[in-house]
């Protein structure tokens, strides 16, 4: 007999119109659509086209009209400035009317781009919401990336306005976000009209005249402004990620697909409801910290957790279990090095004892591979689900989850379980047919995608055509790895492109590789991903100097290390770099990092047979060996 799951499944593949039509009637439209799925444009397919809707409104006005205004909202849970705050959705929709007046009497209207670059404060999802609210596409920049990866997307999105802070706090160190702010300015050809700024106690910033206002006076003085209908395939927001070289890409999000698609996602993959409490531990800066930080928890009428911390040393491994059990959190979704450090603070995890997590239903995880070892321990101890689940910035939601609230499958470590409804997925040879069940190709998706997941790139149709579709015609390509076996379940292995993951963050070895490439002593280099117990990858940088240059390697080293933090971010993680006399290569002249990387992580690999001169893996090997790297033929 079959389950929810199989059923909607077969539905949303059989007949899409109708299964995302019926689910879309949960959300509230000023005007319905003419077509449910518009394919009239292929390969570009937009959901919902002429219909009219604000997602501001579904967010918040919404459940103020529906009687919840005295809800919690939102939970603001700040370990590293001793703060705990909580609005609920009447407060949430006075303040987020009247940021979006002082939005609007900056000039900013329905289609202009504003980027926030905020630490994680409340403030950050008001900006959020009153840009949706307006029609204004907000493009929110991670904190930890520096005034150059800030400045590239300034170029790109062309802002009217910045929204940010004075500072940032990580663990105990106050990190001033306004210099930074200022540079990136400086560096980008592009200049906003203003930039607003919320001064935190910690750190006071200097204004400069004329461009930069003051959060508290802006909204001392601002009239609330309504939400204002926009089309469902207006965008709502620009989102950066990494690509294979230093320009990232700016995925966009519409407003109608997107919205249908995560209200669902709340009870269908995360089988919660409204009044439920919802922690994302994550980023407003990344996808997770957008989808299910701000829209989903509040498309449902959740209360949901802005947490500004870390898993560990805020003040230390209890402060998840203090959280879940003071806010009794119902749905817990971060990514696994977030237990790894946890597990490696209190590996008996003793510090649980001390509070009761009897509130706490389920774990999900996702943004890495979520090793079994990690997902052993979570069970061992918290003795309830844990989920692992498998998306992307682009695609905004799982492409394959166990979906609770339609059916629990028994899981298989290693896998995010079945494609979720929607997800037509496939994996293709290097022919581009697909393969057998169980052997390793690329992993697709059949077009069109589901609501929710990118339309485009921002004002780059062709880019979008050439990273995503044109490899294998008919399907969007994933760029992970992996498996689907017998059952169905996928297994996500590795990426195919030259992206890592570290600490559950996406980064560019291609965009490293062309900072090191800057510094005048270096002649080629190569950075790869290795293995790394805690944050599941780090980059190590490998380089070859210029003939004639006579310098400290160690000189060399710290510098680009430097230049890496400065130019891309400490987020980056690089924190490694060797220098070697030549870098192995194919006859054909590409650098053959897959056998690099098996040598620093020490791994059997095989020599290529593409290679003219062995003996340069021996001087690799003795490089690493320098640096703690190495290993076994
Ligand atoms: N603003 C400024 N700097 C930031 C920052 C921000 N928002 N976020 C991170 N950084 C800095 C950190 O201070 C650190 O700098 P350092 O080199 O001077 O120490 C660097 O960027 C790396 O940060 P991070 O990746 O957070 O590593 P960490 O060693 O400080 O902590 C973990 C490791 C595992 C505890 C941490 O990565 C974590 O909590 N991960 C949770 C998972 C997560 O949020 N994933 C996102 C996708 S779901
Ligand atoms: P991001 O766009 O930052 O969300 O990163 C997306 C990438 O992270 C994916 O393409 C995968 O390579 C990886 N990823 C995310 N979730 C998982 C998961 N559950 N299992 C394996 N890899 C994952």
Known sequence: MSNLYDKAYEQSMNDPDGFWGDVA?????????????????????????????????????LHVDNGIGDQDAIIYDSPVTDTIKKYTYSELKDIVSKFAGVLKSKGVEKGDRVVIYMPMIPQAVFAMLACARIGAVHSVVFGGFAANELATRIDDAKPKVIVSASCGIEVKKVIKYKPLLDKAIELSTFKPDACILFQRPQEKASMIDGRDFDWDDEMAAASPADC????????????????????????????????????????????VKQGDVYWAASDIGWVVGHSYIVYGPLFKGCTTIVFEGKPVGTPDASVFWRIISQHKVNTLFTAPTAFRAIKREDPQAKLMADFDLSCFNYLFLAGERLDPDTLFWAEKCLKIPVIDHWWQTETGWAIAANCVGLHSFDIKPGSPTKAAPGWNMAVLGDDGHPIRPGEIGAIVAKLPLPPGTLPTLWQNDERYKETYLNEFPGYYETADAGFIDEDGYVFVMARTDDIINVAGHRLSTGGMEEVIAEHPDVAECAVMGVDDKLKGQIPLGMMVLNAGVNRKHEDVVKEVITSIRNKIGPVAAFKTAVVVKRLPKTRSGKILRGTMRSIADQKEYKVPATIDDYSILDEIKESLGTIGYGSKA
Not at 29 to 47: C, E, G, H, I, T
Not at 52 to 59: L, R, V
Not at 235 to 252: D, R
């Open 25 to 61: 009637e949960d959300c509230h439209w000023y005007k319905k659509w003419d077509k449910v799925l518009d394919d009239s444009n292929k390969p570009f397919y937009r959901w919902f086209t002429g219909a009219e809707t604000n997602t501001c409104y579904n967010a918040v006005d």
């Open 228 to 271: 204002v209908p926009v089309k469902a395939t207006d965008p709502l927001y620009i989102l950066y990620t990494s690509g294979t070289t230093g320009q990232p890409k700016g995925v966009v999000r519409d407003n109608g697909g997107h919205m249908v698609a995560l209200k669902w996602t709340m009870s269908a993959i995360y089988g």
